[in-house]
């Protein structure tokens, strides 16, 4: 039953809602599985077949409760797989789903719930529950919950709480007693248009209130179609949904993807169980932000010190040869027979242990997307043999609008537009693009539309860019950050602060070139990573202060910069950043002074304005600036901090014609 | 959790809800010339929390060492189940439904979570050692049916994430409620517990507390607990007995055992 399934023909008019793509699943691979969840330590599977009778009886059930065409119903909890049954049950009724993030407090919870008019809720456990409980008297539409974990319920107030189960049981007694439901679901499902509202995905944005962005069945459909038809996806493929279901990512991948291509979607244990779960699935599709595989990494690094010595040095001797030709093979280029063979025995003895321990040994995509990623992590896994690629999405877009093509990879760009996307940027810079994924509107909020979409389908992402020498869109930062240098260039602080961050030497980078004539910027030292080079070099220091004015670790930063200077002069549009002096900071930038937010992000003006006189420094030409700066210390007290910065120069070069792609397989 | 091996009352009749479990009168023990507890008289009640508190020393762990048969007093009776005896014994005590865990953990540091869960099933074990070491036929099965219930209370207690990891080298609050598991483990009548919050940080003890009473509503277990966080004690308990220097100075519910002069001398200290 391996076949490749229609998926690659021309929009089908009969498969333009979910709930059609799962009666034509459970006719044609009935006896696939659709999902699995591991349950008292054991997984459990349900076939497209079973999986059809349960979304049934729920659908029914749901009816018997009230539900009708359009109602929204909020959806809240850990990927399971009934709250995925609940998406096709809601839908198939023509409701709207409405996944809520489980963690979200209950504040938030009230607000997206009152703001979608959510009549009913499915939730996973008591404290989905409780939270609801304790804000229901904000939402008086909300006039049902569902849970679907029995535990610690059994006390409640059951007269608007039902058990899943229960819900199921009113839905297949009523199959029993009326012989014309099984035959009026169907009709209900085919009643659905492509261009009905399939689901509400509110982004949590970083400013002012989440906004609920409407999608409708065809985006949801077409969008999922393109993506598996985009890395060959055929219904022999498992994935593990891990990912926040309120996530439009999660909603694409483990449930468009899965019921456009009839794959495997895989519910964890428990959230902590992650881990071990992929390793026992061993998933052929895997997408994660950049810290996960970089924890991943690290923990990998971690184990290794306690291996062996001989382990040790295996390790060290064939992660160079996956350095040296893991990744040209993966792209499959021409590689010289005695490196393939030392690939091979290096796969053997350390790569494929390796993507065993971490649940890829099977895996045949792996996207990463939502920040940029080190270039070190990137080619790390790719040099073992994991497909690792980026993209580049939004919620707006039902994710895709950007992916890298197989041998078509590179650490610093998100790849090229997707099937049916058009790109264009804008004069400021702006990355705009148009494709069949295009959100209906944002609910209840014409105002935020019309400032994000254009009459003409056309919607901006927020984010600047540019085209490079590939065809690849590269994301440099958030519009609103982008500034001009006095000659017209762009300036784009975060891409470069970035290109400095993934050294491991340097904890913190701020540039400054908006309104100046060039780039310069503010250095932060890592103090574990520079403080372990000291150690090893005899250097003394005896603060942070001390090993940040050390001249080595000037040179050591100075050098980085070159490198980044040279990666600059060969980008056209970035040619003009390179970076003409620096200092090092005379204290680490600290969320007690205001500099950084909690989560660890810089504040920008905050820290241009406490550093006020440094920049002027850097831009009259001096070499030396005394300072003295007001430190809060974690307990609460003040002092200061006072010394004598060095100011640096770096060199910088010409701009470059575009090499032609170095890594590419053409 | 749901028993498919019931507890057979080993040791006497069922008690009614809210009748009394177990008494304890006038008991005394000593080791040598210290005299541990003397002439304390209680009772639990079934499907009640009751706490004992008491300053370091007042001879708390004692007392649920002479519960479960541990310790054996010199002076005293003890009534479990309408039963009424000298002395427990341990294994009287672990037939009879009685579970505990400790102040200390006392776990098999070197078995998974797992398997320590597992040893909570002993007693309800029916065929033989030779039988299990086969592992054939009703062997097998018995254990595939003690697995499930171990596995519920794995679920039950959010723990799945340890299943096969040596509990030597879990955090101790994790130990804390892998123990907790092999007491249920005996789908106990009484549950005794020493300490459960003890070295726990905030979010820890909150998810104790919530299984301490998902347990006492869902299974009916009587618990008694000995714990020094006076604000868990006052959330979870139903009625608190205070002990101070192996005496009993106050006895009722948290509130009556607040407001209780003896109790606030005793913990704050007064010149005698």
Request: net charge neutral; proline share 4%.
């Amino acid at each position: 039953m391996n076949g490749s399934i229609p998926v690659s023909a021309a929009p089908d008019t009969a498969l333009d809602t979910v709930p059609k793509l799962l009666l034509r699943n459970a006719a044609h691979y009935g006896e696939r599985p659709a999902l699995r969840h591991k349950d008292l330590g054991i997984w459990q599977t349900w076939t497209w077949a079973q999986l059809k009778h349960e979304v049934r009886a729920f659908a029914i059930g749901l009816r018997k409760l009230g539900l009708t065409r359009g109602d929204a119903v909020a959806i809240i909890g850990d990927n399971r797989p009934r709250l995925y049954a609940s998406f096709a049950a809601v839908q198939s009724l023509g409701g709207i789903a409405v996944p809520v993030y489980q963690d979200s407090v209950a504040e938030e919870m009230a607000y997206v719930l009152d703001h979608a008019e959510a009549k009913f809720a499915v939730v996973q456990d008591q404290e989905q529950v409780d939270k609801l409980i304790s804000i229901s008297d904000r939402l008086p539409r909300l006039h049902m919950v569902i849970y679907e974990e029995e535990r610690g319920l059994a006390g409640y107030d059951h007269t608007s709480l039902y058990a899943f189960e229960h819900v199921e049981e009113l839905g297949r007694r009523e199959l029993r007693d009326n012989v014309d439901t099984a035959g009026w679901w169907l009709e209900e499902i085919a009643k659905g248009r492509g261009a009905d509202v399939s689901v509400m995905l509110y982004t949590s944005g970083t400013t002012g209130r989440p906004k609920g962005v409407m999608l409708t069945h065809e985006n949801i459909v077409v969008s999922a179609q393109n993506g598996n038809r985009f890395d060959n996806f055929t219904p022999s493929d498992t994935l593990l949904a891990y990912l926040p279901m309120a996530w439009v990512g999660d909603h694409i991948f483990s449930y468009g993807q899965a019921f456009a291509g009839a794959m495997c979607v895989a519910c964890p244990e428990s959230p902590e169980t992650i881990i071990e779960d992929r390793r026992e699935i061993a998933p052929t599709y895997f997408f994660a932000p950049p810290r996960v595989y970089e924890n991943l990494l690290t923990q990998i690094m971690v184990r290794m010190q306690d291996a062996s010595r001989l382990k040790q040095r295996m390790f060290a001797y064939f992660l160079k040869v996956a350095r040296h030709s893991g990744e040209r093979i993966l792209n499959g280029q021409p590689v010289g027979f005695k490196e393939r063979l030392l690939y091979r025995l290096g796969d053997i003895c350390v790569y494929a242990p390796l993507r065993n321990r971490m649940g890829f040994s099977k895996i045949r995509v792996a996207y990463t997307a939502g920040e940029a990623i080190g270039p070190d992590l990137f080619r790390f896994y790719r040099g073992l043999g994991v497909n690792l690629k980026q993209l580049y999405g939004q919620t707006e877009a039902s994710v895709y609008i950007t992916l890298q093509p197989d041998g078509e990879v590179y650490a610093d760009s998100v790849g090229k537009p997707g099937p049916d996307v058009e790109i264009t940027i804008a004069d400021s810079g702006e990355v705009l693009y148009r494709s069949p994924g295009v959100f209906l509107k944002y609910f209840k909020n014409e105002e935020a539309t019309r400032v994000i979409k254009t009459a003409d389908g056309w919607v901006h992402t927020g984010d600047a860019g540019f085209i490079d020498q590939h065809g690849h869109l590269k994301i440099i930062d958030r519009i609103n950050d982008v500034g001009r240098l006095n000659n017209g260039a762009l300036f784009a602080p975060k891409y470069l602060e970035n290109k400095m961050k993934f050294y491991p030497e340097v904890r913190e980078a701020v540039a400054f070139g908006h309104g100046r004539d060039y780039v310069t910027m503010f250095i932060n030292i890592d103090l574990t990573s520079v403080g372990s080079w000291a150690e090893r070099n005899n250097v003394a220091y005896a603060s942070y202060q001390e090993l940040a004015a050390h001249p080595q670790v000037y040179d050591m930063v100075l050098k980085r910069l070159d490198e980044v200077n040279r990666q600059l002069a060969e980008e056209p549009q970035m040619a003009a950043s390179q970076i003409r002096r620096f200092l090092i900071l005379h204290k680490e930038l600290d969320a007690d002074d205001g500099e950084m937010t909690r989560t660890q992000k810089v504040r920008r003006s905050t820290v241009a304005e406490r550093y006020s006189s440094l920049i002027a420094a850097l831009y009259d030409g001096s070499t030396h600036r005394h300072v003295t700066t007001e430190v809060t210390f974690e307990d609460g007290r003040r002092g200061m901090v006072e010394g004598d910065l060095s100011i640096a120069d770096v060199p910088t070069y010409e701009v470059r014609a575009a090499e032609p792609p170095r890594e590419a397989a053409e | 959790m749901k028993a498919d091996v019931k507890p057979k009352p080993v040791i006497a009749g069922e008690v009614e809800m809210g009748g009394i479990l177990l008494a304890v009168e006038n008991v005394s023990l000593s080791f040598g010339g210290v005299r541990a507890v003397r002439g304390v008289s209680f009772d639990i009640r079934k499907g009640e929390i009751r706490a004992i508190i008491g300053p370091n020393g007042a001879g708390k762990t004692s007392m649920l060492n002479v519960i479960s048969g541990f310790y054996h007093p010199q002076e005293g009776t003890i009534t479990y189940r309408g039963k009424r005896r000298r002395d427990m014994r341990p294994y009287l005590a672990a037939k009879g439904g009685i579970a505990r865990t400790f102040q200390n953990v006392a776990l098999f540091k070197g078995m998974s979570t797992l398997d320590n869960i597992m040893t909570g099933r002993t007693l309800k074990m029916r065929r033989g050692l030779l039988a299990h070491a086969l592992h054939f036929g009703p062997a097998k099965r018995e254990e595939i049916r003690h697995r499930e219930v171990v596995e519920r209370i794995i679920d039950f207690l959010e723990i799945q994430h340890i299943r096969k990891t040596p509990v030597g080298r879990l955090p101790y609050g994790l130990q804390k409620r892998v123990e907790l598991g092999r007491a249920l483990a005996m789908e106990p009548e009484l549950l005794l517990l020493d300490e459960p919050m003890a070295g726990m940080n905030l979010e820890e003890k909150q998810d104790m507390c919530r299984f301490i009473l998902t347990v006492k509503d869902m299974f009916n277990t009587t618990i008694a607990l000995i714990e020094h966080d006076m604000s868990v004690v006052m959330d979870l308990s139903d009625r608190v007995v205070v002990l101070d220097y192996g005496r009993k100075i106050a006895d009722g519910t948290p509130s009556e055992v607040q407001s209780n002069q003896d109790v606030i001398d005793a913990y704050l200290g007064v010149a005698h």
